[in-house]
């Protein structure tokens, strides 16, 4: 079975400064990965998805991806935070269509933002 | 175009209790799932409703079943809860079946068992 790991359970940086969360999956071809934003109250929100093609992917909110093959990884950036950013955020993946599981979620990386 | 809704948002019942929980998808979406968040076991599929049948299931108990009716609107229901049955659960729309469309969730439900 497919899973995904979010090594980082807590991270805190300052507004302005860059941010990346980790992301890695598991599983022998290449699944469709995407990260969701949830913030306190709400359910979640898809930021951006890869499924083939260019590997970096843009998102909404300013936040882009990579995906990198050789690593299994499909970590989140951003440039500069914003104090709006708090979240926690959720990299999940789904191995084909009609999947036995619509998607499988990482535990998840909860964000402070610091003035 | 109106979000993907849930009813009741919060929700407390008593062990050995049933619960059903609404979920109305966007309009035009066919497909509804739904999620069990917990702060232990994080998000954990439930079940896929598809043109009124379940499609996937999770690896729950049968105390968790759910339908969906013509108009894509779901429910899902709990039976004989118990304490670790306390979480949020969100319910998630899509056109098809597809992995590739994109799941808009709703605010989920806040369920809570004493």
Redesign the interface.
């Known amino acids: 079975a497919q899973s995904v790991t979010q090594p980082d359970i807590h991270i805190t940086v300052s507004e302005g400064a860059s941010l990346e969360l980790r992301c890695n999956y598991s599983y022998g071809a290449t699944p469709y990965l995407f990260w969701y934003v949830q913030s306190p109250g709400q359910g979640l929100q898809l930021l951006l998805k890869y499924f083939s093609g260019d590997t970096l992917v843009q998102g909404i909110k300013g936040f882009e991806a990579e995906f990198k093959r050789s690593q299994s990884s499909f970590n989140l950036r951003k440039p500069s935070v914003h104090w709006s950013d708090a979240a926690e955020y959720f990299c999940a993946v789904s191995i084909s269509n009609f999947g036995n599981e619509k998607l499988t979620f990482g535990t998840g990386t909860r964000l402070t933002i610091i003035p | 175009k109106a979000g993907?809704t849930q009813t009741p948002r919060y929700l407390i019942k008593t062990r050995g209790q049933q619960v059903t929980l609404s979920c109305s998808p966007i309009s035009g979406h066919r497909s509804v799932?739904w999620?069990q968040q917990t702060p232990g076991q994080?998000?954990?599929?439930l079940f896929?409703y598809f043109s009124e049948t379940q499609?996937?299931k999770?690896n729950f108990p049968g105390r968790f079943s759910g339908r969906q009716f013509s108009n894509s609107r779901s429910e899902m229901n709990v039976s004989t809860l118990e304490l670790g049955d306390s979480a949020l659960y969100?319910c998630?729309s899509s056109l098809s079946?597809?992995?590739?469309d994109?799941?808009?969730?709703?605010?989920?439900t806040r369920l809570t068992v004493t």
């Open positions: 993907v799932s999620y994080g998000l954990q599929f896929e499609r996937n999770g969100l998630a079946r597809t992995s590739s994109e799941q808009y969730f709703g605010p989920g």
